[in-house]
């Protein structure tokens, strides 16, 4: 059968319970023959005492849980749900409680914790500790222990005899895994009775130093400029040890086995933090671009039964324009036609023993010296780093058949003088041009003719030569002139001699002569090649006008035939004299 009666009784907390000691009270008589708990943390004996299996801890709110009650042969099942609530008015009792029980336990039901060696070859099953009641003088005691390890995972990994209170190890233990247990352990009579408060034993694991610190990287790679003080920080190698920390199975040790290329050494590493630092003074990019450590980490402080691994660590060297770009050759030498304008005529290399494609080895260039008129020009070939030289406006090579330049070259990025080093001077190259010459044709000298003409000048005066020359001899043999028709008409050019005359007496009053001045074209050509001149023929201020220059004209031909063309220049009296002058000309052209 099932009875169920209520009387006050404690359910008491093992010591010590997590972060609690607090202590809760309910009131159950039980008799059936199953009795369970819903909840694994809490354990019920057959006296009807309520214990708990593992550290449980009260917090603000109510822990509930139920006991389960049953008579198998009759089938009735009972449950009493069981709430956990703190009495503060009961806290200062409980604790004086604990300490009374705690006085009247024995030393050997409350051991120090056990400790079992990590990875312990046994033989198995392995006694790790006794406990017993003092109570067995009285009592027939059987232990019995719950917790990890026991019936939770890993189980079976302990057990504790039941006459003796012996606990045993059945296997070895890793403590990277289970570093410690905490089992509870109880004390009962044949009948159930618990003369013992439950007791929380804690079996530690000690470590045994069987993992090998590893490194945190599979390579550490790392950069440093080259030409860097000693003492400059690279970076820092890091490792970790799976055993118990702080511990010499922890305490690691840093030294660098082999550097490769087997130099000088060029390079520290502190034992205790792993910083790799600058030790040689001269780190030169050009002649080790790069350097592999072999560094190892040991444990044990680095003694030599400690274990170790090594790792890699790769220095790259950065490179520094330390240094300055020559020219592969002192001297060039080249060739351009006359005229020629915006070609490439020639491309110069230097040597820079500094990184390919960094701003140490980009290079500028320069012309210093022999460019006064600006006809070169030199810029850089970014994908083949040479200096590329053009023209830039055409060379004549009846002014000079050659030009000689002086090329200068620096890189992009500043010289850094590297240590123990001197000052190195600027490269240059001196640059030959040959101007080619071509056959031209001819060339007006000069290309723009002033001729002045008095407005009054006969038609038919020569009032100048227009001539133009071959500008290889020098001399206008050969060569032939005209005037373009559609132009005006005052002037005619000789086609031999470039002898300019008047055809026609200039009239200002016309429109191509009413600025006191007319603009000429004149062709000149040799063996089919031509140029172009210009003839700008000014008109002399304060002349006579037209008619005068008509009435000196008349006067000229007719000679002494007549003295009254003298009084005949007043304007006034022009007209009058009309039908004379008529009549003169007349028979000038008789005669």
């Not at 006085?103 to 990875?119: A, L, Q, Y």
């Not at 005229?339 to 490439?344: F, G, L």
Request: aromatic share 8%.
């Amino acid at each position: 059968s099932v009875t169920v009666s209520c009387q006050k009784i404690s359910m008491k907390h093992p010591w010590p319970l997590g972060n609690t000691n607090k202590r809760v009270e309910i009131h159950v008589n039980l008799s059936a023959e199953f009795i369970s708990s819903s909840d694994a943390n809490f354990k019920i004996l057959e006296d009807g005492s309520v214990y708990t299996t593992s550290a449980v801890s009260l917090s603000a709110e109510k822990k509930t849980f139920t006991i389960l009650l049953k008579d198998i042969q009759e089938q009735v099942e009972e449950k009493i749900h069981v709430s956990l609530v703190e009495d503060e008015k009961k806290t200062q009792k409980t604790r004086h409680a604990r300490d009374t029980i705690l006085k009247r336990t024995k030393r050997r039901w409350g051991p120090i914790p056990s400790v079992m060696i990590e990875n312990s070859l046994g033989p198995f099953p392995l006694q790790i500790q006794q406990v017993q009641s003092d109570t067995a003088q009285n009592y027939t005691i059987y232990y019995s222990a719950s917790g990890p390890g026991i019936d939770q995972d890993p189980k079976g990994l302990f057990y504790i005899e039941r006459e003796t209170g012996n606990i045993f190890a059945t296997r070895a233990v890793d403590r990277e895994q289970y570093p410690s247990f905490q089992i509870i352990c109880f004390a009962t009579t044949p009948d159930g009775y618990s003369p013992e408060v439950p007791l929380v034993h804690t079996i530690r694991i000690e470590d045994d130093n069987d993992n090998a610190p590893y490194f945190t990287q599979d390579a550490f790679e790392f950069s440093v400029p080259e030409n860097s003080k000693p003492g400059i920080v690279v970076g820092k190698v890091t490792a970790e040890d799976r055993d118990e920390p702080y511990t010499l199975h922890t305490t690691l040790k840093y030294r660098i086995v082999s550097q490769n290329p087997p130099v000088t050494p060029a390079f520290s590493l502190h034992g205790d933090t792993g910083v790799i630092a600058v030790l040689s003074p001269q780190l030169d990019r050009e002649l080790v671009p790069s350097y592999t450590l072999l560094v190892e980490v040991r444990d044990m402080a680095g003694q030599p039964f400690g274990l170790c691994t090594t790792g890699t660590a790769v220095i790259k060297i950065e490179d520094t324009n330390d240094n300055a770009p020559s020219f592969k050759q002192l001297q060039y030498e080249t060739r351009v036609e006359e005229n020629r304008v915006n070609v490439e005529i020639l491309r110069v290399s230097v040597v820079d023993l500094d990184e390919p494609g960094s701003p140490g080895s980009g290079a500028v260039y320069e012309i210093i010296r022999g460019n006064d008129d600006r006809s070169f020009e030199i810029t850089t070939d970014k994908n083949t780093n040479e200096g590329v030289l053009c023209v830039v406006k055409g060379l004549d090579y009846e002014s000079a058949k050659q030009r000689i330049l002086v090329i200068a070259v620096n890189n992009e990025a500043p010289y850094m003088l590297a240590p123990h080093s001197q000052q190195l001077s600027q490269s240059t190259s001196s640059v030959t041009v040959h101007v080619q010459d071509l056959d031209e044709g001819p060339v007006f000298k000069p290309c723009l003719l002033r001729l002045d003409v008095k407005e009054c000048e006969e038609i038919g005066t020569s009032i100048g030569r227009y001539l133009a020359e071959d500008p290889e001899t020098g001399n206008s043999e050969g060569i032939s002139y005209r005037i373009p028709p559609g132009q005006c008409n005052w002037i005619s050019i000789g086609e031999r001699t470039g002898e300019v005359r008047t055809i026609k007496v200039l009239d200002r009053d016309v429109g191509e002569m009413r600025r006191g001045q007319c603009n000429i074209t004149v062709l000149a050509m040799f063996m089919c090649k031509f140029s172009v001149g210009t003839a700008v023929l000014v008109q002399t201020r304060g002349t006579p006008s037209p008619l005068s220059c008509l009435w000196d004209s008349s006067v000229k031909c007719l000679g002494n035939i007549t003295q009254q063309g003298k009084h005949l220049r007043d304007q006034d009296k022009f007209s009058m004299f009309s039908k004379v002058i008529c009549s003169l000309l007349k028979s000038f052209v008789k005669v």
